[in-house]
Structures are given as structure tokens and as C-alpha cells.
């Protein structure tokens, strides 16, 4: 699979855990998504910064190097977001606010990569490139959604 589609792919997964932790009230089943909303959080970010984003840096140029640190800054803030989310209580009132705030900021990040970076990778990386990324996405987030035990 195209790295871009493999992430892509994530990326919709994500959306679809804050639609459904949107529409339920229930503690235990918020407390459900939001863990699994961190948990590929962590994967895709992980590999993005481990692989893609190491690749599309070799691009080379200055606005490619600017946008991947503007990336890696975003992916530090929803570091920082998640980090805080073992505390949030899903019972209390702020519940659904944190988790607007943590959605629309997926949502910017999202369409930035969506919308330039991946089809400037796609464009100067090259289909056998973008192929090969993909393999190794796919390979990587393999293991680290495996339970490590
Ligand atoms: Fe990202
Ligand atoms: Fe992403």
C-alpha cells in the first residue's frame, strides 16, 4: 500500500473514535475510546516521525524542512494532550471539551498533511518510494500494536 494511503487510513480510523466517543455518555465506554483514541494516536504518530516524516525530509528543501517541524511541534502538543488523559475523570463535565479540543486539533494537523505534505511526498518521493514507505508503515505500526507481553 501507498505510504500516504496507509496513513490516510489511520488518519480516518482516528476520526471515527471521536465520533463515536461524541455520541456516548456511558464513563466505561468513554474511558474505552479515549484509551483507544491514545493508542493509535501514539502508533501513527510514532511511525510517521520514525519513517514518512525522515523520508520526506530527504525532499530537501526549505519549505519541506519548515512544514516537518511545524509537524513534529504539533505532534509534541498532542503529546502533551495525551499525557494529561490517564487523569481526565469521563464523568465530568469537561470531558467532552478536552476531547473537542484534542479533535480539532487532529483535524488542522490532518488536513496539513493531507493537503500538502502528501502529495508533496507523493510527487518528488515517487511511486516505488511511497510503496516501499508504506510496507515499512504497515510492518511498524504491526509491532507496535502487538501486545507486549
Ligand atoms: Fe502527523
Ligand atoms: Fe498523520
Same mark, same amino acid.
Given at each position: 500500500?501507498?505510504?500516504?494511503d496507509?496513513?490516510k487510513?489511520?488518519h480516518?480510523?482516528?476520526?471515527?473514535?471521536?465520533?463515536?466517543?461524541?455520541?456516548?455518555?456511558?464513563?466505561?465506554?468513554?474511558?474505552?475510546?479515549?484509551?483507544? &483514541?491514545?493508542?493509535?494516536?501514539k502508533?501513527?504518530?510514532? &511511525?510517521?516521525?520514525? &519513517?514518512?516524516?525522515?523520508? #520526506?525530509?530527504? &525532499?530537501?528543501?526549505?519549505? #519541506?524542512?519548515?512544514?516537518m517541524?511545524?509537524?513534529?511541534?504539533?505532534?509534541? #502538543?498532542?503529546?502533551?494532550?495525551l499525557?494529561?488523559?490517564p487523569? #481526565?475523570d469521563?464523568?465530568a463535565?469537561?470531558?467532552?471539551?478536552?476531547?473537542?479540543?484534542?479533535?480539532?486539533?487532529?483535524?488542522?494537523?490532518?488536513?496539513?498533511?493531507?493537503? *500538502?505534505?502528501f502529495?508533496?511526498a507523493?510527487r518528488?518521493?515517487?511511486?516505488?518510494r511511497i510503496?516501499?514507505?508504506?510496507d515499512r508503515l *504497515?510492518?511498524r505500526?504491526?509491532?507496535? *500494536?502487538?501486545?507486549?507481553?
Open positions: 500500500m501507498k505510504a500516504t496507509f496513513l487510513k489511520q480516518r480510523e482516528v476520526m471515527k473514535l471521536f465520533k463515536e466517543v461524541e455520541k456516548t455518555e456511558a464513563p466505561r465506554e468513554r474511558k474505552r475510546l479515549m484509551t483507544d &483514541i491514545a493508542n493509535h494516536l502508533v501513527h504518530t510514532t &511511525i510517521e516521525e520514525e &519513517i514518512f516524516y525522515p523520508a #520526506v525530509k530527504e &525532499i530537501g528543501t526549505e519549505k #519541506v524542512e519548515d512544514m517541524l511545524e509537524a513534529v511541534e504539533e505532534h509534541h #502538543v498532542v503529546d502533551l494532550v499525557e494529561e488523559l487523569q #481526565v469521563p464523568a463535565d469537561t470531558f467532552d471539551a478536552k476531547m473537542t479540543v484534542l479533535k480539532e486539533l487532529i483535524e488542522h494537523h490532518v488536513e496539513e498533511e493531507q493537503d *500538502e505534505i502529495p508533496m507523493e518528488k518521493l515517487g511511486k516505488e510503496s516501499e514507505l508504506g *504497515e510492518e505500526a504491526g509491532a507496535l *500494536e502487538a501486545p507486549s507481553a
